[in-house]
């Protein structure tokens, strides 16, 4: 389907909004192992749903950004491939399994790279792809392989990984997948999705190539700088 020949009323949900203008590509990838089940699990589906809902107050914004959603624990699946940000379906994740790191991480690269050579196609140079993962604990895997293969991405200017951690999670494996690793204080993540979705405008702001200024961290949300 052509994005700029869109029926709104034909009920198609369309690649992309305005395909003449740089796109924002975010994922995120959620950690939804049994350790968050119950009030974690709960308050992260309220932040996602109330992220959306934010986000799309600004026309800028929510006109070039497109985001995908990936849970992931013993397993992962894509819950949400890329939409324009006001077509994102509401979550309802569950909690449950063990966690491994590795296929989720690697599928967000793969989901990221073919985003953008979407937007390519479409004649536009994309803003650089954000992922961001969320967990509360340490992987099962061997993360050696997908930890060289982000460093490469992140190393090529091709994606952005910054990591949350929250309740018990392992500092030291977030830090060998990036240099931006974020700690949250207790499980409300309100604070956290408001600096997304002010990071995105911040993003939509500047021009595709120029490094955004991004807003300041607040509420219950630290940048981690323990010792690994």
């Known amino acids: ?37 119950g009030p974690p699990i ?45 077509y994102m379906k509401p979550v309802q994740l569950e909690a449950y399994g063990t966690t491994n790191y590795t296929d989720p991480i690697r599928e967000a690269l793969r989901m990221v790279n073919e985003r953008s050579r979407l937007y390519r196609r479409s004649g536009t140079e994309p ?24 460093r490469e991405m992140q190393a090529a200017g091709k994606a952005r990984l910054i990591t949350l951690g929250v309740g018990d999670y392992d500092s030291a494996t977030l830090k060998q997948l990036t240099d931006v690793v974020l700690r949250m204080d207790g499980m409300d993540f309100t604070s956290f999705f408001s600096w997304v979705g002010k990071s995105m405008r911040s993003v939509s702001q500047s021009s595709p190539g120029e490094k955004p200024s991004l807003p300041p961290l607040e509420g219950n949300v630290y940048r981690d700088v323990s010792d690994i």
């Open 1 to 37: 389907m052509d994005p700029q020949n869109y029926n709104a009323f034909s009920g198609e949900i369309p690649n992309i909004i305005n395909a003449s203008e740089s796109h924002m590509a975010l994922v995120f990838v959620l950690d939804v192992s049994y350790s968050m089940d």
């Open 127 to 150: 803003y650089k792809p954000w992922i961001l993962l969320v967990t509360d604990g340490e992987p099962m895997d061997d993360i050696t392989a997908v930890v060289d293969e982000v």
């Open 42 to 86: 709960e308050q992260l589906n309220g932040g996602l749903n109330r992220f959306k809902e934010e986000v799309c107050r600004d026309k800028q914004t929510r006109d070039i950004l497109d985001v995908a959603i990936i849970q992931f624990n013993d397993g992962y699946e894509v819950v949400q491939d890329f939409v324009p940000i006001e």
